[in-house]
């Protein structure tokens, strides 16, 4: 598959995850730091550019007071309410500088939950620029990235999953979905291999699985 026809989904770059300072940071710097995730999802940025894949961000953000959910979250949105993670016009919500978009970039709006298509016109763009190929990095391994990717899956696209460039709030956890879950939405892969492929127009082995 072409690059013009892969686009890289980039979840939740955000300064709450991914810089000291952020109310979620700590969470998640042991995995970050096990996987090189942002090193490695940097350098998958810089190439999908150079090789002319569709580059998209796909941040979550709330509004003060976060009414656009349950007045009584539970679970990790219950999680994210609690730190006061992600508010919009807040230093944490803003996307870390390092994934700063350029022009040519795309930018989800409207990312309220964990799937990135569940409440954004994310298919929509996908089609629209006929992207048969999603390739996603970012937080949490298991919980966003991991929606995105079994929604994607369902919706009939090619998934790759970037296996260093994803983090979650411990090793443990992130290793657990890389290893069971994500071969059976995906075709999991490294960094290296994936900008390998944008390189050379080879396609990437296949590491799914069934049951």
């Known amino acids: ?91 944490g919500a803003e996307i870390d500088a390092r994934f700063a978009p350029q022009p040519t970039d795309i930018v989800i709006e409207g990312k309220r939950g964990l799937d990135a298509f569940g409440s954004t016109n994310l298919d929509f763009i996908l089609r629209s620029k006929g992207i048969g190929k999603v390739v996603l990095a970012g937080f949490l391994t298991n919980c966003c990235v991991e929606s995105t990717m079994r929604t994607a899956y369902e919706r009939g696209f090619e998934v790759v999953t970037l296996t260093d460039a994803v983090a979650a709030t411990s090793v443990e956890e992130g290793e657990s979905a890389v290893r069971f879950n994500y071969p059976m939405f995906s075709t999991p892969t490294t960094s290296d291999e994936f900008i390998a492929t944008m390189e050379s127009s080879r396609d990437l082995a296949d590491t799914s699985r069934g049951y």
């Open 1 to 91: 598959m072409s690059n013009e026809s892969t686009a890289v989904v980039f979840i939740e770059f955000q300064n709450d995850f991914t810089s000291p300072g952020g109310v979620l940071h700590d969470a998640v710097k042991d995995s970050i730091e096990a996987n090189s995730t942002l090193d490695n999802a940097a350098r998958v940025l810089a190439s999908a550019r150079e090789h002319g894949a569709v580059v998209i961000h796909s941040p979550i953000s709330f509004a003060p007071g976060y009414n656009e959910i349950s007045s009584h979250p539970y679970g990790i949105l219950k999680g994210v309410v609690d730190a006061t993670a992600f508010v919009k016009g807040q230093w």
